[in-house]
């Protein structure tokens, strides 16, 4: 078995670190979008927790959002009561936030946490499927453990 990329090792240290037993799976196929992810997982398209990440002002927002949702700025504003509303980060944004590329994002293994949200929708399933730090990489997680990995506030963030 070859050795994990680097950014699934993070990924890995920071689950184990906060006492969650979670097995990272890579794939062949990408998981780079949510219907990636559920086409290659075999999983309805709701049980993918998309990374989101987004800036207001200067700080970066993580939201993970079920898949088959598209988010909706202003709920997270609110939600947030953010000053600055959300704009969506640049690649670079994205990268300097998170360690990660577009596709991979985790929702833990980041330089610093970022504040989140967790799209309530998520709730709806026992278990959820996140990207782990590659665009093909996946971990499964219960919407609880995404709540107290991200330290995250609990949301509606689309229709």
């Known amino acids: ?59 970066p927002v993580l939201v993970l959002t079920s898949g088959r949702h598209r988010v909706q ?21 994205v990268r300097a936030a998170t360690g990660q590329a577009i596709g991979g994002v985790a929702p833990v293994g980041h330089p610093r946490p970022l504040r989140t949200v967790v799209d309530r929708a998520l709730f709806e399933h026992d278990t959820v499927y996140a990207a782990a730090g590659t665009p093909h990489s996946i971990v499964p997680l219960t919407p609880e453990q995404l709540v107290q990995l991200t330290n995250g506030v609990v949301g509606d963030v689309g229709p």
Do not use: K, N
């Open 73 to 93: 700025t202003e709920l997270v504003d609110e939600l947030l009561e953010l000053v600055e509303p959300l704009r969506r980060a640049s690649p670079e944004q």
């Open 1 to 59: 078995m070859s050795p994990q990329p680097r950014r699934s090792q993070e990924v890995a240290a920071a689950l184990s670190a906060a006492g969650v037993d979670a097995e990272i799976r890579h794939l062949d196929d990408s998981t780079r979008t949510a219907v990636e992810a559920a086409r290659a997982l075999g999983c309805e398209v709701g049980q993918i927790a998309s990374s989101l990440v987004f800036m207001s002002g200067d700080e």
